[in-house]
């Protein structure tokens, strides 16, 4: 009689992080500060600091720009949101930033992105199933990170529909976003226990 074949089960340990959360009550006043100036911001948060927030607080000045861009490029920008975090998605993928993509998959969902579109992104695969403008946008934020550069047929479609101030805005959204999943990944970021791996370790 032949032997069953059990599939082993291999567990994913996750990276532990590298710093120390800093609770209200240790914070100096410019942690203070850069805690009630993110609570008092467009994001809709009011409880614990996470993620990038949480890194930040160990340097409150760092900070405090940073956040300050993150809301205006998130929330500001004359690129729609399901565009906007098209883009991030994209950057998440390219530096297989998990707390990045864990965060805004869901928000990118919401602002109109269908599901199947960002599995396709998240497998860094051509998303077929998206809208021509996302497809448009993860075709030159994948070109802009390999290349370091846009060629002149990318940028001349990116301008077609985005217009000079919104492809200037495009690139920012790209830059503070790397900027992001460099931190996250570099402090290594906890997602929820309970929260699968987007990408391999």
Known sequence: MAKKRVAKRVATKRPSYRL???????????????RDAIYAGPRGLRKKLTGPFQIWLN???????????????RY???LPPRLSETAILA????????YEWHAHAII????????????????????????KDERLLVEAVRELYK????????????KALLGEAGTVELIGI???????????NVFRAELPPESPLPFPE
């Open 20 to 34: 120390k959360d800093i609770s209200d009550e240790q914070m100096n006043p410019l942690q203070r500060s850069l």
């Open 59 to 73: 340097a409150p000045e760092l900070g405090h720009l940073a956040q300050a861009l993150g809301a205006h490029v």
């Open 76 to 78: 500001k920008t004359s």
């Open 91 to 98: 950057t998440a993928h390219f530096w297989r930033a998990q």
């Open 108 to 131: 990118a969902e919401k602002a109109g992105v269908k599901p199947q579109t960002i599995k396709e992104i998240q497998a860094g695969r051509e998303p077929k199933s998206g809208a």
């Open 147 to 158: 290349t370091r550069r846009l060629s002149d047929g990318t940028y001349r479609r990116v």
């Open 174 to 184: 790209c830059g503070y976003y790397a900027m992001i999943a460099m931190t996250l």
